[in-house]
């Protein structure tokens, strides 16, 4: 069966620091991988989503960015993290077939400070 | 552009009742809809989804309507339970080829004993 982690869980980190979160899944090849936040009050907010390798596409425009260096590989990076970056991170896979599901990891709460 | 939009973002419900969750959408080109139920700090879990093409999906105690007509979709949750307390969510898939998953900003669900 297929499954998804990502990590760190948690992370307090002082503005102006870099972000790494990294996201891998298995049981699976060729996924959609996504990352999503959900910032205090709000809803799930898509961010980055990728159909394969190298290819990312970027939905709000900020100091986020994210790469795929592997086929089921999602890392979500910051150079210099902003207050309003604060939030609870989820990376995503779906099987890339329209009528799908789509599967969320277990989190990642960021705070910066 | 909120494409996906919950407008009540709670609701309290006594244990046995019905629970009926309301979702709106924008975009007459969406053809998959999915529900999905959100613990604090965890990722969201899939409950239940429905095709363009039908009007109507149930699996046990969760039922999703759709009024495509009308841009809306419920989800009925028969008899309430306490464990069903949680945040739902409601996410459309954009149109076929691209993949993405636009979620709407959460109902509180409240089942009370």
């Known amino acids: 069966s297929q499954t998804i982690h990502q990590w760190p869980a948690t992370l307090v980190q002082p503005v102006g620091s870099p972000l790494s979160l990294e996201c891998t899944v298995e049981?699976?090849?060729?996924?959609?991988l996504y990352w999503y936040r959900q910032a205090a009050g709000r809803g799930l907010q898509l961010l980055f989503y990728?159909?394969?390798?190298?290819?990312i596409s970027s939905e709000v425009p900020q100091n986020l960015s994210a790469s795929r260096p592997q086929d089921r590989q999602f890392i979500l990076s910051s150079k210099k993290l902003l207050l309003s970056d604060s939030g609870f991170y989820l990376c995503?896979?779906?099987?890339?077939?329209?009528?799908?599901?789509?599967?969320f990891g277990e989190g990642s709460w960021l705070t910066v400070v | 552009d909120q494409q996906v939009k919950q407008n009540s973002p709670s609701l309290s419900v006594q244990e046995g009742r019905i629970s009926i969750l309301n979702c709106d959408y924008t975009?007459?080109?969406?053809?998959?809809f999915l529900w999905y139920k959100k613990y604090p700090a965890e990722g969201p879990t899939f409950l239940i989804s429905?095709?363009?093409?039908?009007d109507k999906n149930e699996d046990g105690r969760f039922t999703v309507f759709l009024n495509k007509s009308a841009k809306h979709l419920s989800l009925h949750i028969v008899p309430s339970q306490p464990g069903d307390s949680a945040v739902y969510f409601c996410?459309?898939?954009?149109?076929?080829?691209?993949?993405?998953?636009?979620f709407g900003t959460g109902t509180r669900l409240k089942v009370l004993a």
């Open positions: 429905i095709s363009s093409i039908k």
């Open positions: 049981g699976t090849s060729n996924p959609n």
């Open positions: 996410a459309a898939t954009s149109p076929s080829g691209t993949y993405k998953y636009i």
């Open positions: 990728s159909v394969g390798i190298g290819q």
């Open positions: 975009n007459s080109m969406f053809d998959y």
């Open positions: 995503a896979w779906s099987p890339g077939i329209p009528g799908n599901t789509i599967y």
